[in-house]
């Protein structure tokens, strides 16, 4: 009897025991096969993500669109980059732009590192109806998508826009930010400023702003010759990238000065591939010839980089 009821209790025991690692078993190959379900989903769901028409192939490919002579492969690619010239006229045919867009002038595509992976970007810029634009993009798992078109906001009284665009090393050595310029004026006045953008986590921010130059009338001057004289401030500007465990800087020197202006404005020539012709026109009036009177001040400006806000700002 004795070794009968030993005889049961080691077959519970070994029972239990084998129960409890059919148990174990079973539940670690079904957590793996909900985690390889789940990864699966995942990498579907993100193939999904990928919205046809949002991302482009190659920055070729939208450069020879934007060049093409067949006006509906122009208007399929306007329409993908949502770019729309600004309204600088009393008149403006909206429709006729949307659904017959120009070919685009001087179309020129660079790449360079505009963030800190290794992967460069793609910069494309051209002049649409006498107004530059640049087209930002970055590569991702769905192709090439745009991450900003500078232009939009920008005011331009410098055409043909000689040097609108810069993309200086400012903080690293190898990785470029971009340089814009805007100006706007009439017939007496005139003011050009500059924006500093970096692309941080796949977006354009602007992390400084001065201004390089700014004519005025001359206050309390009085004399037969006052629309000829101009207070003019012009601002040189250098970026000290970051070496030896020191922050990047952006020094900023000024200079105010009494100037009179004589003779008249330079003519240019252009060349424009829509008409397929040659253009004269004057350069604005800033750039007659000018002639100091007096210096009246200088100063210099030094702005550091501050990680935590991501932007320039003044030294204390």
């Not at 084998?18 to 078993?25: C, E, P, Q, R």
Request: aromatic residues 12%; contains cysteine; charged residues 30%.
């Amino acid at each position: 009897m004795r070794h009968w009821k030993s005889r049961l209790t080691a077959f519970l025991i070994g029972f239990g025991i084998g129960l409890a690692l059919f148990l174990i078993v079973s539940f670690i190959v079904g957590f793996l096969r909900s985690r390889l379900q789940t990864s699966t989903r995942q990498e579907a769901l993100g193939q999904q993500g990928c919205v046809a028409g949002e991302s482009f192939s190659s920055p070729e490919e939208i450069l020879a669109s934007l060049k093409n002579e067949d006006v509906s492969v122009r208007r399929e690619v306007f329409r993908r980059l949502f770019l729309y010239p600004g309204v600088t006229t009393t008149y403006y045919d909206y429709e006729r732009d949307r659904d017959y867009p120009e070919r685009v002038e001087r179309a020129e595509l660079k790449y360079v590192n505009l963030d800190d992976h290794k992967d460069e970007e793609a910069v494309l810029t051209f002049m649409r109806y006498e107004n530059p634009v640049a087209l930002i993009l970055k590569k991702d798992e769905c192709g090439w998508r745009l991450v900003g078109a500078p232009s939009a906001w920008l005011r331009f009284e410098d055409y043909p826009y000689q040097g609108w665009l810069e993309m200086p090393e400012t903080l690293k050595r190898g990785t470029h930010e971009i340089l814009l310029r805007e100006s706007t004026g009439d017939a007496t006045r005139y003011v050009r400023n500059a924006r500093l953008l970096k692309l941080i986590d796949g977006a354009l921010v602007q992390v400084a702003e001065f201004t390089e130059e700014n004519i005025k009338p001359a206050e309390g001057y009085a004399k037969a010759d006052w629309s000829d004289v101009k207070q003019r401030d012009t601002t040189r500007h250098s970026f000290l990238p970051e070496t030896n465990g020191e922050k990047s800087r952006l020094r900023i020197e000024t200079q105010e000065e009494l100037i009179k202006y004589s003779g008249s404005p330079a003519a240019y020539t252009y060349w424009l591939e829509t008409d397929g012709a040659w253009h004269v026109a004057r350069k604005q009036w800033r750039t007659r010839d000018a002639k100091r009177l007096r210096l009246l001040n200088t100063r210099t400006r030094e702005l550091v980089w501050d990680e935590q806000r991501n932007k320039f700002i003044e030294e204390r």
